[in-house]
């Protein structure tokens, strides 16, 4: 098997893969079901497969896209004892054994929304790296970042800041706290409405992470 390298997506497979079916709103109700038993079970019926089929459709993407290999990682949620989660999503990392420690993509959702972003958290050795090569890039990210994307500093929260509302001052702060704060984290990217019609259309959801991925990418550059 061998990979499209200007399309990212894997030559000569017969038959097709299979279109994604996407997240309707039993996917998402998921983190209204109470109990950590009750919304672990719900999350690996419904949700789970649906992360690790967009694993499989794009890993072969982001591996060409970032011009090295990129292996996904579906959460388990397996520390979790007690509290039941808000989230859920697959990542996708250059290391196999695990991404937290590593800057990656994700695709996610909470109960009222899916997410698609760049990210560096708390655990993650880069972010003095990002943090000194954004600080240097500040105005042109300011430009090239989509109005409509969003920041975030703690991957935890559902909220988010739209791009066009972070003035030079709050994206500097942003990338300041990753070289001072030894918590901190910073999230790039895009959140769709769960009413959203391209929510449920899988293919097209398919086509605007590929599209947000892309988007991404100077700033997942910028962590190495």
Known sequence: MTIDLQSGTRAGRQPAELPFPGFGPEDFDVFAVPGLEGRMS???ERVRPKLAMLGERLTPYLTVRCGEEMFPHVAKHARRTINAPNDTWVA??????????HPHFQIGMFGTHLFVLFAVIYESTNKDVLARNGLKKLNEIRTTIPNH?????DHMQPEATRH???????LEALFKRLQTVKASELLCGIHIDRNDPIAADGEA??????????TLMPLYRMAF
């Open 205 to 214: 959801f398919i086509a605007k992470a590929e599209e947000t991925f892309d």
């Open 149 to 153: 994307f969003v920041w975030s500093g």
């Open 92 to 101: 996708f990392a250059n290391n196999k054994r695990g991404y937290k420690a």
């Open 42 to 44: 719900a999350l690996i």
């Open 164 to 170: 066009d509302a972070m003035k030079k001052a709050d």
